[in-house]
């Protein structure tokens, strides 16, 4: 049985990870002319996708490219002195198994686990997709596929193609998430430095295994802005206009937007498809569910969607239609718990108001001075909040060649 995915980011992999160990014949297209290697952003896998990578082998490598940050200085707008928070303890309190990783390490990681049992088209794309599975590509020749995967984010060609109109239900959280990549100006070791306003958050971090480092925006809009997803000077424009003069440390980085480093800004958007599967295609991970960049543990969702997806084409011996009824079974409870979750952990992240800023940095010392163990407990009593995606079960799905 052969299936094409679309994306090579985190779900593509790790998707034709697992489908190759059952059996099937995997090719996975990716737009971009090779692996990203700018290190991205950092994501985090709570204890279920922890799980999952674990049974394909990669934990160690993932535990050794970890960031490494455990420590939070965060200063706000108004205030003389910072606020010192234990990272490790907040981590500690909302997941068993954690662990927080460049997006594009991860990628790398998962896509050599199974490379060398799954077919990569680097620099292609998919252009048409018919009901009985003829594929034609911008380079490659058609092919005939039996099962076609969209693993290709939030902007998903393969949603477009097949969904058409459908492909825009989606739902703007009313805040918008910025990462720009820059030399470390402040010699960060472990440690996070926060900027946090009114309707705006920033910070900046960098994983100890690299030399530059990561700032990251977000900030509030209660309507969306008028940009393109590929116009990059409209994006830099905008986010200057949100975060200039909110501090000397806050401007300077900002300047670095002229800069060589690499640089991604998107709306913060849930996508609110009512059923992911149409024919012989489905979706994973954000281009089929994705609760909010940055606030609803989407890398974690799709790790586990893709691994789910594979051992139920297993489990139906191919038959995608029963496949597909069973996929969105297994994920419709989570996938809706997590898009509550993100639009709580916006508000949270971003306070509108000074009340809101004054709360936050309080909750983070707080959980700082307790002892662990109290904040765990605490914790653990709210499966549906902090503790959501470490409370996500996995199915043990068993090993077993298809035709």
């Known amino acids: 049985m052969r299936i094409l995915v679309s994306g090579a980011g985190i779900a593509g ?23 990203r290697k700018t290190g991205g952003h950092a994501v985090d896998l709570f204890r279920p996708a922890m799980d999952i990578t674990e049974k394909m082998g990669v934990l160690p490598r993932v535990e050794a490219l970890a960031t490494g940050t455990t420590r939070l200085t965060l200063h706000r707008e108004g205030a003389r002195r910072p606020v010192r928070i234990d990272l490790a303890k907040i981590y500690h309190a909302t997941s068993d198994r954690h662990v927080e990783v460049m997006r594009d390490d991860l990628g790398e990681i998962y896509h050599d686990a199974g490379r060398d049992d799954v077919e990569y088209l680097f620099g292609d794309s998919i252009t048409a997709i018919s009901p009985d599975g003829e594929v034609t590509f911008e380079q490659a020749a058609p092919r005939r596929f039996d099962v076609v995967v969209g693993a290709d984010g939030l902007h998903s060609n393969v949603r477009r ?45 960098r994983a100890r295994h690299m030399s530059e480092a990561r700032a990251v925006f977000l900030f509030r809009r209660d309507e969306q802005l008028d940009y393109h997803h590929r116009d990059v000077p409209r994006q830099q424009q905008l986010l200057r206009a949100a975060f200039s003069g909110m501090h000397p440390q806050v401007d300077g980085w900002l300047a670095e937007l002229d800069g060589p480093g690499p640089f991604y800004f998107d709306s913060i958007t849930q996508l609110r498809l009512d059923t992911w599967s149409r024919g012989r295609v489905t979706l994973v991970g954000d281009a089929g569910y994705c609760p909010g960049p940055a606030v609803g543990g989407s890398t974690s969702l799709a790790v586990l969607g893709a691994y789910v997806l594979a051992g139920e084409l297993a489990a139906a011996g191919g038959d995608h239609e029963r496949a597909f009824a069973a996929y969105e079974r297994e994920m419709g409870e989570l996938v809706r718990r997590s898009r509550a979750f993100a639009v709580g952990a916006a508000r949270s992240l971003i306070p509108a108001t000074r009340a809101g800023v004054w ?4 909750g983070g010392r707080l959980v700082s001075a307790l002892p662990a163990g109290m904040t765990r407990a605490i914790a653990k009593l709210n499966a549906g909040g902090v503790r959501l995606h470490d409370s996500m079960q996995i199915k043990d799905y068993a090993l077993q060649a298809t035709a």
């Open 13 to 35: 992999p790790v998707l034709a990870y697992w489908l190759t160990r059952h059996g099937f014949d995997v090719t996975v297209v990716e737009r971009a002319p090779a692996l």
């Open 161 to 205: 193609l097949v969904f058409g109109e459908e492909a825009g239900l989606t739902k703007f959280i009313g805040a918008y998430l910025a990462v720009l990549s820059l030399p470390d100006p402040l010699g960060l070791d472990g440690e996070t430095v926060m900027h946090l306003g009114p309707g705006r958050t920033t910070a900046i971090y």
């Open 359 to 362: 709360a936050l940095a309080r």
